[in-house]
């Protein structure tokens, strides 16, 4: 699809050499893929479909959810102190 477009916008420029309104034509195409690539936000996988935004919602949620655990699960507190004085310590 990108390569498509490349071609489009070349093929307009060429064409802006007889007549300057298919400069404007490609102008216009170039701003608005590079606005769209802005703002899918993410990497495309053969699909058509973003999936770096989702992971990182993903990653974003569950070091969210992570965090909670650590400050209010009464049940793990003493599990979670060991670990991060065991990462603490390895990270020194």
């Given amino acids: 699809m990108f390569v498509l477009l490349l071609i489009l916008i070349v093929v307009l420029f060429g064409f802006g050499f007889l007549n300057p309104i ?8 170039v701003y608005g893929v590079t606005r769209h690539g802005r703002d899918r936000g993410g990497g495309q996988n053969r699909s058509g479909s973003s999936d770096l935004g989702d992971y990182r919602d993903y990653q974003e949620r569950r ?10 699960s009464r049940q793990n507190r003493a599990r979670w ?3 991060d004085r065991r990462d603490h310590e390895h990270r020194r």
């Avoid at 298919?22 to 195409?29: N, R």
């Avoid at 070091?63 to 209010?72: G, I, K, P, T, V």
């Fill in 22 to 29: 298919w400069w404007v034509a490609a102008a216009v195409l």
């Fill in 81 to 83: 102190r060991r670990e």
């Fill in 63 to 72: 070091d969210r959810q992570e965090r909670w655990d650590r400050r209010y």
